[in-house]
């Protein structure tokens, strides 16, 4: 869990190794286990650069203000996938932070799922762009059809 937790350090440490870029991408090393048709999966992020974003956008097969649990993986948001614009960065990652160290002394070490959940219920809905998917090809695929 506590490399789940990192996603957000290694995204800071990227904005700050590379000042010019405006968008940051993370994708679980992992994901070619989830994907059945790799073929169109690699071709559409071959392009997904070249769009701009305004917003965080991650992936999730839960609508927003489902039942949260602290004891199970909240899948509002799947964690494998997620688009973070730079004006985002620094909001996102201190949130992160303060709700991961509140989250530890209260309850304990928890998915970056739950941080990202809480973050976005309590602190600001409105820089979310949230869309269906699964544990499967539609992570990539529904990005595109959002």
């Not at 405006?22 to 992992?30: L, M």
């Not at 690699?42 to 956008?57: D, G, P, V």
């Not at 509002?76 to 997620?82: E, H, N, P, S």
């Not at 809905?125 to 059809?145: C, E, R, S, T, V």
Request: hydrophobic letters at 45%.
């Amino acid at each position: 869990m506590a490399l789940m937790n990192a996603k957000m350090d290694w995204m800071k440490k990227a904005a700050e190794q590379f000042p010019k870029v405006e968008t940051f991408f993370w994708i679980d090393a992992g994901i070619m286990k989830l994907i059945k048709n790799a073929g169109p999966i690699l071709t559409a992020l071959r392009t997904i650069h070249q769009i701009n974003y305004e917003h965080i956008i991650m992936p999730g097969s839960w609508e927003f203000n489902a039942r949260f649990n602290v004891n199970a993986a909240n899948w509002r948001f799947c964690g494998t996938f997620l688009v973070l614009p730079r004006i985002h960065l620094d909001f996102f990652y201190e949130r992160c932070k303060n709700v991961l160290i509140d989250f530890c002394k209260n309850y304990k070490l928890t998915w970056e799922v739950n941080i990202w959940t809480i973050v976005e219920y309590y602190c600001e809905k409105k820089i979310f762009q949230w869309y269906y998917a699964g544990h499967d090809d539609g992570l990539i695929m529904n990005f595109f059809n959002r």
